[in-house]
Nanobody, 115 residues
Framework: QVQLVESGGGLVQPGGSLRLSCAAS????????MGWYRQAPGKQRELVAT???????NYVNSVKGRFTISRDNVKNTVYLQMNNLKPEDTAVYSC?????????WGQGTQVTVSS
């Protein structure tokens, strides 16, 4: 069974940093693209960042310059480095990988930005 497992969430003060990890049970090049989504209470799920097989990355405007999506092909892991976090970044963050016949989701990890 193909699985994506996120880790790295937690409580951080405004201005702080966190790095989220999304570990895949298969070769991450099986997905195209892989992405990070987030959903805050009472809000719709939002696409935060994506990384394509060719290395192209995209970000939602609100995180540009603060978040970086990257991957480790050996560890089959995709990361989301989040810097200068703001209270409005508080959400459950989930990773996702698109395959030809299915889209795989992880279980999500909570990120809370609060003083």
């Amino acid at each position: 069974q193909v699985q994506l497992v996120e880790s790295g969430g937690g409580l951080v003060q405004p201005g702080g940093s966190l790095r989220l990890s999304c570990a895949a049970s298969i070769n991450i090049f099986s997905f195209n693209p892989m992405g990070w989504y987030r959903q805050a209470p009472g809000k719709q799920r939002e696409l935060v960042a994506t990384i394509y097989r060719d290395g192209t990355t995209n970000y939602v405007n609100s995180v540009k310059g603060r978040f970086t999506i990257s991957r480790d092909n050996v560890k089959n892991t995709v990361y989301l480095q989040m810097n200068n976090l703001k209270p409005e970044d508080t959400a459950v963050y989930s990773c996702n990988g698109k395959r030809v016949l299915a889209t795989i989701w992880g279980q999500g990890t909570q990120v809370t930005v609060s003083s």
